[in-house]
């Protein structure tokens, strides 16, 4: 059975709060409101944003746009702002060819994720994507990581590794999975004095350098 290494997509592998920020300041200077508007809804979006969240903001704010109308808008805009790094690609590259199996775990609404993905330009460089919209299973739920894992040809627990930023979703719930887990600290502290992950990383990057080399017998 291969090794496995599934990663995170938001603000591990791309920078989706950088994208948010720059989506929403646009988003208000076009339509004139207020810097206090612009706070509200970079907390509000960065949070989690889903279709319902437009509702309540178009609500909110008096838009005149249609809720899904503003979605398709956040979408489009979010997709076309979002990069993921030639070293990152890279890394994920060599992880393959050193046999292995690599996936994307992410929370979140299909179509956004799917229009990420895409833009950021990871399908050619990941075996499989899961999101939890279209697999019906959330992390931290160890579901999600075993219908991950499955699609990635790969049985939980063996030989898997989880890459991500969220202390809960991604580390807790990799943990209760099975999965060894690198935390994507971009910097901050630990927070959790209940669980450890397993190795601390500044960047995607840098996790995919600690699974390239480790031994084969710590794998
Ligand atoms: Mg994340």
Known sequence: ???????????????RHGAV???VAEFCTARQL?????????????????????????????LAELPAALWDAYVTGLAARVTCTTETLTRLDLLRTAGWAVGV?????????????????????VDAVCISEEVGARKPDPEAF??????????????????G??????????????????WISAGNAWTNPGLT???VAQTAVDSADFLLGLPESAR
């Open 1 to 15: 059975m291969s090794r496995l290494v599934l990663l995170d997509l938001d603000n591990t592998l791309i920078d």
């Open 21 to 23: 920020a720059d989506w």
């Open 34 to 62: 207020p810097a206090e508007t612009v706070l509200h809804m970079t907390g509000l979006l960065r949070e989690r944003a889903v279709p319902e969240t437009f509702e309540s903001l178009q609500r909110n704010l008096g």
């Open 105 to 125: 775990l992410t929370n979140g609404a299909a179509d956004i994720q799917r229009a990420k993905l895409a833009s950021a330009g990871l399908l050619d460089h």
């Open 146 to 163: 075993r219908m991950a894992a499955a699609l990635c040809g790969h049985e939980l627990p063996g030989d898997a590794w989880m890459v």
């Open 165 to 182: 930023d969220d202390p809960v979703t991604d580390i807790a719930g990799a943990s209760t999975a099975g999965l060894r887990t690198i």
């Open 197 to 199: 992950p397993d190795h």
